[in-house]
Nanobody, 121 residues
Framework: QVQLVESGGGMVQPGGSLRLSCAVS????????MGWFRQAPGKEREFVAT???????YYAASVKGRFTISRDVGKKTVYLQMNSLKPEGTAVYFC???????????????WGQGTQVTVSS
């Protein structure tokens, strides 16, 4: 059974930082492109970042330069380091896994349940 379990969300002030974690089980991490989406209230899910099995990374223009996606294959964990957070970053952040899709919006094979990030003073 595949499980993607996000953690690390919370409330942070604008300009602050958070690191999200995604614990992966039930699949071989190195065979999947791992990523993050987010969904703000009243808005559609949007693509945030992906790291491929080969370590290539892709970012949405809105987060490029501020967010960093990484993985630890041994720990079966994917991370999203978020710096210089903005109020518009307030959303539920979802971890994803996919065998073929590596960039941009659209479906993914597996989704986590999400973790809430709130950027507010």
């Amino acid at each position: 059974q595949v499980q993607l379990v996000e953690s690390g969300g919370g409330m942070v002030q604008p300009g602050g930082s958070l690191r999200l974690s995604c614990a992966v089980s039930g699949l071989t991490l190195s065979n999947y492109a791992m990523g993050w989406f987010r969904q703000a209230p009243g808005k559609e899910r949007e693509f945030v970042a992906t790291i491929t099995w080969g370590g290539l990374t892709y970012y949405a223009a809105s987060v490029k330069g501020r967010f960093t996606i990484s993985r630890d294959v041994g720990k079966k964990t994917v991370y999203l380091q978020m710096n210089s957070l903005k109020p518009e970053g307030t959303a539920v952040y979802f971890c994803t896994a996919d065998r073929t899709r590596v960039n941009g919006p659209g479906p993914r094979d597996y989704w986590g349940q999400g973790t809430q990030v709130t950027v507010s003073s």
